[in-house]
């Protein structure tokens, strides 16, 4: 069973990257639009009784969840023995429960209908809940982002990282156990918290932070920066509070409304993300570093593709 690489149009860029690191050309495929805007997918190979993985991120259009299930229907039709979607960004994760009257699960119901087009398994990066691997019954490998910036932080050291002065914090209760598990592999540094409230959706009201952070310095640590509306108040509240320089590492660069603004404005040093959502360099402020996650993704695919362990990669 040969591995064949396909992907949506989402991250193009990732895609061609994890090629390179498996050393193969992605398998020859279109996804492309028909006049009225309809999606038109084709395998132009065979991947009759191939290792299929199919690499889309699913942040907003909606198109890009579906060019994924498109790609999977024509794969199976096509009679390749597995089939993996190698979402880098899972998107919809957020609604991941009930906890307002009338509202949709939609992580649930993208789950299935990732599984209900043939996927046989998934592997994504920093879901933003663990939980969401039950919403499938496939196997789901969900990677951590951790050791990519704990390279970074060795190799560059950005702004002198002295283990003794700095403090990992995250910018609310969810984040919690994301920061514990990333201070512990960076020398068991201090954590701390932001208790933030969310009004109503895109809104982020800081009401203290919890912790000890005065003269520390801060790496303030999130799965997603969308509207950067939560780890810009945070960096301001834990300026208030006495912090000193704060880095932000945070997975996934949605960057919607003015978040680029928001971001040059706030009082931090760098913003650490990854590629896993297709960025334009050129248009980011200076501060913003990013990361490149397709040599852990490829390595993810050859361990899958061998029958190796996949949580090697978490150390
Ligand atoms: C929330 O639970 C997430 O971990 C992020 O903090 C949130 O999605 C970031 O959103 P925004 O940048 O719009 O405040």
Redesign the pocket.
């Known amino acids: 069973m040969e591995i064949k690489i396909l992907g949506g149009n989402s991250n193009r860029k990732l895609l061609f990257g994890i090629c390179e690191e498996l050393g193969i050309e992605p398998a020859k495929h279109t996804v492309s639009r028909f006049s009225d805007g309809e999606i038109f997918v084709q395998i132009e190979e065979s991947v009759r009784g191939d290792d299929v993985f199919i690499v889309q991120s699913t942040n907003p259009p909606a198109e890009n969840i579906l060019e994924l299930l498109l790609l999977a229907d024509a794969a199976r039709r096509a009679s390749a023995a597995r089939i993996t979607a190698v979402i880098p960004y899972f998107g919809y994760a957020?609604q991941d429960r009930k906890d307002k009257p009338r509202v949709p699960i939609s992580a649930k119901l993208v789950a299935k209908l990732i599984e209900s087009s043939g996927f046989d398994r998934v592997l994504t990066v920093d879901l933003?809940a663990d939980q969401i691997q039950g919403f499938f019954d496939v196997p789901v490998d969900n990677l951590y982002a951790t050791p990519i910036f704990k390279k970074y932080l060795f190799s560059e050291n950005p702004a002198g990282l002295d283990p003794e002065k700095w403090i990992i914090v995250s910018?609310?209760v969810?984040?919690i156990k994301r920061a514990r598990a990333i201070a512990e592999k960076l020398w068991n540094l201090p954590i701390a918290l932001v208790d933030k409230r969310r009004p109503k959706p895109?809104v982020?009201e800081v009401v203290r932070v919890i912790g000890e952070v005065e003269g520390k310095n801060v790496l303030l640590i999130?799965?997603?920066?969308?509207?950067?509306?939560?780890?810009a108040n945070a960096a301001r509240a834990l300026k208030d509070a006495g912090a000193g320089k704060i880095i932000i590492m945070a997975t996934h660069g949605?960057f919607?409304g003015n978040?680029l603004e928001k971001l040059e404005d706030a009082p931090v040093e760098k913003v650490v993300i990854t590629n896993t959502i297709n960025r334009d360099r050129g248009t980011l402020p200076d501060k913003v570093i990013i990361l490149d996650i397709s040599e852990l993704l490829a390595e993810a695919i050859e361990r899958i593709h061998k029958g190796g362990s996949v949580s090697q990669l978490f150390l």
């Open positions: 957020r933003h910018p609310d969810g984040g895109n982020a999130d799965d997603i920066i969308d509207t950067a509306t939560t780890i949605l919607s978040a």
